[in-house]
């Protein structure tokens, strides 16, 4: 079922709270003014009681006979108001009446006694309450008449409001409708208001350019990812079609199934690298973690790395603190977090140089402990415009640190880092050093980080 729209749904608002509030009003209007005039009559009838019980009095002491008493009663009374009436009645038998006009359809009356002479007199006064009542009655045709006028004014007004303040909403859900994967960097029009919709907007805004560089990203890394399958490929597939093509001596065949093997293995080095970054990207595996000695890690990926090293004629220098080096993660990924960057520092290393791996716990400037692993090699160095980049996936530096690879060593280091709650900084000059800091033991629990599989950081 198709739910009314926004404008309609305020206009509905905005007509029933004004309903309520206008007979809200208009009641108290009437019932207040009803109690004041009331009041008011009430008010007169007292005076007027009591004038006449003060002329009663006065009267009683100097007229003997009841007749003349009633005559004077009768002259005072003919300064009262034509719609109003009295009545004195007492207990020896006197009795005074005026009523001047016919009896009012309403009236409002007091009663009140008195003694005069000893003897108890009861007095009546009233008046009517005719005019009173036809005057509310007018006022409450006027409300009733009114309200609802007002209402159906009010409901056009909203409406033409509603319209008018939904406006830059409707600009907006065109543009946005416009947008498409072709034209991800058209923008939506940002109202010059500077209320709640124009930040909406902005919001909205900065949300695209977040898209808008990650599909740009994708992009480029689905082109890179291309570019670097197209090679191995093209070496697999022309060695296939070179021992294909006429009979060759096995030694031949050998050498063709060997190249292929390589490439394949390059191949597979380089999914498994873009599957697992994929994976932490999305979250969509978990990576145990476990209290580990980063020491333990670091000293064993030193003693992989030595014979690679001695072959370059690169000394590996290993330098281990005297306090404990405990953190929370997963043995294969930081295996594979630290040689990558090992590996790197050897790579690019001048021949006959050193390499210096250094481990250190202490207590960062907040009070948190850390642990942190710095490899520090003597190579050429990193421009100032690469650094920005090098954990940019299928980023080579270029020329210095060019070489062997497919670029995404430090893109996957970054990622291990980052599933680790590790900082992984990199300052170039006269040697270069990659240091990675992680929390300490005692304020990372041992639980499983979202993004990695520990399957996923084996060597192959």
């Not at 009559?41 to 009095?57: P, S, W």
């Not at 947008?179 to 930040?199: F, H, Q």
């Not at 480029?220 to 070496?235: G, K, M, Y």
């Not at 940019?392 to 280091?413: I, K, N, Q």
Request: proline share 4%; net charge neutral; with cysteine.
């Amino acid at each position: 079922m198709r739910r009314a729209s926004l404008r309609f749904r305020l206009t509905a608002w905005y007509a029933a709270i004004l309903s309520i509030g206008l007979a809200l009003f208009g009641g108290l209007v009437w019932f207040s003014l009803r109690e004041r005039l009331l009041t008011e009559i009430d008010r007169d009838l007292n005076q007027r009681a009591q004038r006449f019980e003060q002329y009663f009095r006065a009267e009683s002491e100097e007229t003997s006979s009841d007749a003349q008493l009633r005559d004077e009663l009768q002259e005072f009374c003919q300064a009262l108001p034509p719609s109003s009436s009295i009545e004195l009645r007492g207990r020896s038998g006197f009795r005074f009446h005026y009523a001047p006009a016919a009896a009012p359809n309403s009236s409002r009356g007091i009663e009140t006694t008195f003694a005069v002479n000893g003897e108890q007199f009861q007095l009546e006064a009233r008046e009517s309450a005719d005019s009173v009542l036809h005057a509310l009655q007018l006022l409450q045709w006027l409300l009733l008449g009114m309200i609802p006028a007002v209402i159906a004014i009010a409901l056009i007004g909203g409406a033409w409001l509603s319209a008018r303040a939904l406006k830059p909403v409707n600009e907006i859900a065109a543009a946005a409708r416009a947008i498409s994967i072709e034209n991800l960097s058209e923008r939506l029009p940002v109202p010059p208001t500077g209320d709640e919709i124009a930040r909406l907007t902005e919001v909205l805004n900065t949300m695209l350019a977040r898209l808008e560089s990650a599909v740009r990203t994708l992009s480029q890394f689905a082109a890179d990812a291309s570019h670097e399958l197209r090679t191995p490929l093209s070496v697999i597939r022309t060695s296939a079609e070179l021992a294909l093509r006429r009979s060759r001596p096995a030694e031949e065949y050998r050498g063709s199934l060997q190249e292929i093997a390589a490439e394949t293995e390059r191949m597979t080095r380089l999914v498994e690298d873009l599957l697992t970054l994929a994976r932490g990207d999305t979250g969509a595996a978990e990576m145990p973690l476990e209290a580990l000695d980063a020491r333990e890690i670091v000293e064993t990926v030193c003693a992989e790395m030595r014979r690679l090293a001695q072959l370059r004629q690169i000394n590996i220098k290993l330098l281990v603190g005297d306090r404990s080096a405990m953190i929370a993660g997963n043995r294969a990924a930081l295996h594979r977090l630290f040689l990558v960057l090992l590996d790197n520092a050897v790579k690019f290393s001048h021949s006959g140089g050193d390499v210096i791996v250094a481990i250190r716990a202490s207590d960062s400037l907040s009070g948190v402990p850390r642990v942190a692993v710095s490899i520090e090699d003597f190579g050429g160095g990193i421009s100032e415009k690469d650094l920005p980049h090098i954990f940019e996936r299928f980023y080579r530096a270029d020329p210095a640190r060019s070489g062997v690879g497919h670029g995404l060593g430090l893109a996957l280091a970054h990622s291990i880092a980052r599933a680790h709650a590790a900082s992984i900084e990199v300052k170039s000059g006269a040697s270069t050093v990659f240091e990675v800091t992680f929390p300490a033991r005692s304020v990372l629990p041992a639980k499983s980080a979202p993004g990695m599989t520990a399957g996923a950081f084996s060597q192959s």
